[in-house]
């Protein structure tokens, strides 16, 4: 509940200040405070000796990819057509082709998964950030002719018309934070031990600060200006997509430590990639694509919490 608390305070005051400056500009940085703060403490007791476990893992891994690339994209489709608004339809695609994320090795690690296995998966699936990225750049074109024209008369403020280099978010968030992880355990094991003890306290300011930048982002403020039907209409496409997606995970994985890490890497969409992706996109998809994107942080943060707690309670 702590958590749903912060999230939504650091959306309510992130909406507020963008609605009051008229918004910030997008800046990566955002992305490498991600991978320090929310990826380098959970690899601290992660070794380059353990990418031996990927062939005793094989199943895992091939889980995560049909159910992840192949599954969960064909229920996003099916949603975003029959929501008949390719807005809407285009965020829930881009969200199923981008599993785990950012906070995924926080919800990893507090629930007592198999965090080296949980960090194989997360570098697998940004490995893939290349082919996802072109996958869906081909989305637009092959899907328009199913669905009514779209309206970009509410575009304006957004910042749009740049591309983000696939190897960008894999760099920053895999490969900056092993090599920070690999320094720190040589030449400052004290740091180790206290960013342990502070681990829950580091997570939760670096969510709220990550939150609360992205809400007050220029982009955000294309939430006030769509409709009510539109939003009503995402909020509930989206709610849907993120209901199979837990029934999903919660099926096809056990209850081993093993288990639960390929289950968090389902559960959650990398929304944080999502919405950096959807800053140069909504000048083609139009407002809406915008929006379950943003209710996703309401839905998959706060039901994170939730599962989290179900898992622990019952012993899983």
């Not at 306290?201 to 955000?220: D, E, P, Q, R």
């Not at 056990?254 to 959807?278: C, M, N, Q």
């Amino acid at each position: 509940m702590q958590q749903i608390i912060i999230i939504v305070a650091a959306i309510a005051l992130g909406l507020i200040t963008g609605a009051l400056t008229g918004g910030f500009a997008f800046s990566s940085v955002v992305c490498l405070v991600a991978g320090i703060f929310l990826v380098t403490p959970s690899l601290f007791k992660f070794h380059i000796k353990d990418f031996a476990m990927v062939k005793n893992h094989l199943p895992a891994f091939g889980k995560n990819l049909w159910v992840n690339y192949l599954l969960l994209t064909t229920v996003a489709l099916a949603i975003g057509y029959a929501s008949q608004d390719i807005g809407i339809a285009g965020a829930l695609f881009l969200l199923a082709l981008l599993p785990g994320g950012g906070m995924v090795m926080m919800w990893i690690k507090s629930s007592k998964a198999n965090v080296k296995l949980g960090f194989i998966i997360f570098m697998l699936n940004l490995a893939l950030l290349l082919p996802v990225t072109l996958i869906f750049g081909q989305y637009f074109t092959l899907a328009a002719a199913y669905f009514p024209p779209v309206d970009l008369s509410a575009i304006g403020a957004a910042e749009a018309g740049a591309e983000i280099a696939p190897m960008g978010p894999f760099m920053i968030l895999i490969v900056i934070p092993f090599i920070l992880s690999r320094i720190i355990l040589k030449f400052s094991p004290k740091l180790v031990e206290l960013t342990g003890k502070h681990q829950q306290l580091i997570s939760k300011a670096t969510m709220f600060g990550i939150v609360f930048y992205l809400f007050a982002l220029s982009t955000a403020q294309l939430l006030f200006d769509v409709s009510l039907i539109d939003l009503v209409k995402a909020f509930i496409a989206t709610a849907v997509f993120y209901a199979i997606v837990v029934v999903v995970a919660i099926t096809v994985t056990d209850r081993s430590p093993e288990g639960k890490a390929v289950f968090w890497h389902i559960a959650t969409r990398y929304i944080t990639l999502a919405l950096i992706l959807a800053v140069f996109s909504v000048d083609t998809f139009g407002a809406t694509f915008i929006l379950p994107i943003m209710f996703a942080y309401f839905i998959q943060i706060g039901g994170a919490g939730f599962l989290r707690q179900w898992q622990l309670k019952a012993g899983i």
